[in-house]
């Protein structure tokens, strides 16, 4: 067996080269904007917000984001070959993130599309540093493509 088939037969505690500029380029693009939703939740109080990190292969991902999302969420991309993309929205619970979720994976199915990676983070408490919350986002991300979990939704919850 080679050592490739080795490496795609065992779970990796471990990110490849990819994984990790992918984590670089979440924490670079989505680290500011977490702390200005930081200061809003504490602002507003009892508020949540939830990320999401997604890709979708085979159609132009960014224009059926931008028709989906409210005023108030923030679409970010954060590979533009590979169509990854994040979207942070503010007083947001996971169930209605899930909810999105669907309304998107549906919406993508209407398309003929088949495939969806999609993780989300609830946070409902600041205690959490936002480098802990965007890395735990990349984590459950990675695992989903790693394993293979197109059109289900990884979520996580830090309260």
Do not use: W
């Amino acid at each position: 067996m080679s050592n490739d088939n080795r490496r795609k037969k065992t779970k990796r505690p471990y990110f490849i080269e990819s994984e990790i500029k992918l984590a670089l380029t979440v924490l670079e693009k989505l680290e500011k904007p977490l702390e200005l939703f930081y200061y809003l939740m504490r602002k507003n109080e009892k508020t949540s917000t939830v990320i999401m990190l997604l890709s979708a292969d085979g159609l132009e991902l960014k224009e059926m984001l931008l028709s989906e999302k409210r005023d108030s969420d923030l679409l970010v991309e954060i590979d533009k070959e590979n169509q990854i993309f994040a979207i942070a929205c503010q007083e947001t619970s996971v169930d209605e993130g899930y909810r999105f979720a669907l309304r998107l994976r549906k919406h993508l199915q209407d398309q003929g599309l088949e495939k969806l990676y999609l993780a989300e983070v609830e946070i409902s408490s600041q205690s959490y540093s936002e480098k802990d919350v965007l890395l735990k986002l990349v984590d459950l991300y990675v695992g989903s493509v790693r394993d293979e979990k197109n059109n289900e939704t990884v979520f996580y919850s830090f309260y």
